[in-house]
């Protein structure tokens, strides 16, 4: 029986492969006569795997020799402070609002010292992102933070921004590992699992060495680079099952053929349904300006509210899952990660496009 597709915009979809891979090894992994949870995180065992992990992740992201690999807990919500306590050094920071992601990193960042936003994209309701010439940086600041993908609002930066010597910092949560990107463009990248890389209960940290051991004094020590860079990750329990599903993943996306194959199928997923939401004669709707349009999660509306239930109803029949918008938002929103294959926006562009035949003559 083949599974439903799970639109979900975290925790979302894993590849069928890394879960059937999962279940094969969840009893006893490699002959030891143990589940990977059950593995003491300083035994030879896992050591292998969380090294395994991080190399395949190095090698998927050619991330340079000069930038640390850190695998912590706290979500990516809980570095909205930890970048803030670590990287402002007494100074002030530049943040880019680009939707409620963004939002919510530059009120935490706010506790900690001064925050200059540059430009927001409020007065456009978060539709489009307000052109470069018009940011107001700071060449002073210690750093320059930006949400590369807004996950609720759909709306995604495809190129690295140009901010001079400040270091950027970017919030990648949910388009990690959908594309290439340099990585020598960022002081500090950070991905909470759950969209594209595992399960929840891990963030990625991928951070540029000489931007290390500058935390405010009172820092506490789990919220210090210095502490994890120095321990590889393993200064307290790190979580150890989540490290080794990422782990499984990574393969799986260099079997795939790395992020130069995935790039191309996210961007053709992406126009797929893009395509079927604009040429539908406006009875689906993306606010989203063109260019910014997000591949990984595509917000749609429906000509009226009182379709939205049928809508989700029937495309759960469909097994078509998860469909619902954020609350805030509202509407529908498909979330189109690495592990949801083309045929899965294939069956959600037919469903769309049978249920508008159905209810448009209404
Ligand atoms: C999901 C998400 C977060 C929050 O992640 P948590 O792990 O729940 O803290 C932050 N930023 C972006 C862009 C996200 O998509």
């Not at 430009?119 to 992102?129: E, H, M």
Request: proline share 6%; charged share 15%.
């Amino acid at each position: 029986m083949s599974r439903p597709y799970n639109f979900s915009a975290g925790p979302a979809a894993l590849p069928e492969a890394v879960l059937a891979q999962a279940q094969t090894e969840f009893m006893d992994w490699n002959g030891t006569g143990m589940s990977v949870m059950e593995m003491s995180h300083r035994g030879k065992d896992f050591t292998a795997i969380a090294q395994q992990a991080e190399a395949d992740l190095r090698e998927l992201l050619s991330i340079p020799k000069n930038y640390k690999v850190l695998f912590l807990q706290g979500g990516a919500s809980a570095q909205f402070s930890v970048i803030p306590l670590n990287l402002l050094r007494g100074g002030t920071a530049d943040y880019l609002d680009t939707g409620i992601w963004s939002q919510k990193a530059i009120a935490e960042a706010q506790r900690y010292g001064k925050i200059n936003v540059v430009a927001s994209g409020a007065a456009d309701k978060y539709t489009t992102v307000p052109a470069r010439e018009t940011w107001q940086c700071n060449p002073n600041a210690s750093y320059f933070h930006y949400t590369p993908n807004e996950t609720i609002n759909g709306v995604e930066i495809h190129d690295v921004p140009d901010v001079g010597d400040v270091p950027i910092v970017a919030d990648f949560s949910s388009t990690i590992l959908s594309r290439p990107i340099d990585v020598s463009k960022f002081g500090l990248i950070y991905a909470g699992a759950q969209k594209n890389i595992g399960p929840a209960g891990l963030v990625i940290v991928i951070i540029r060495e000489d931007l290390i051991g500058h935390a405010q004094p009172d820092t506490p020590v789990m919220l210090d680079y210095k502490t994890h860079a120095e321990h590889d990750s393993m200064y307290n329990t790190p979580p150890t099952y989540s490290w080794y599903i990422a782990g499984l993943v990574f393969k799986w996306l260099k079997a795939q053929g790395g992020l130069n194959a995935m790039s191309a199928l996210n961007q053709c997923k992406a126009n797929t349904l893009y395509a079927a939401i604009d040429g539908s004669g406006g009875f689906y709707r993306n606010p989203i300006a063109i260019p910014y349009r997000s591949w990984m999660n595509v917000p749609f509306t429906l000509p009226a509210e009182a379709l939205e239930k049928q809508f989700l109803q029937q495309a759960t029949q469909a097994g078509l899952l998860n469909l619902a918008g954020h609350r805030i938002i509202g509407g529908m929103r498909a979330s189109i990660y690495n592990a949801i294959p083309e045929h899965g926006v294939q069956e959600l562009v037919q469903f769309m496009q049978a249920f508008q035949a159905l209810h448009q003559s209404l």
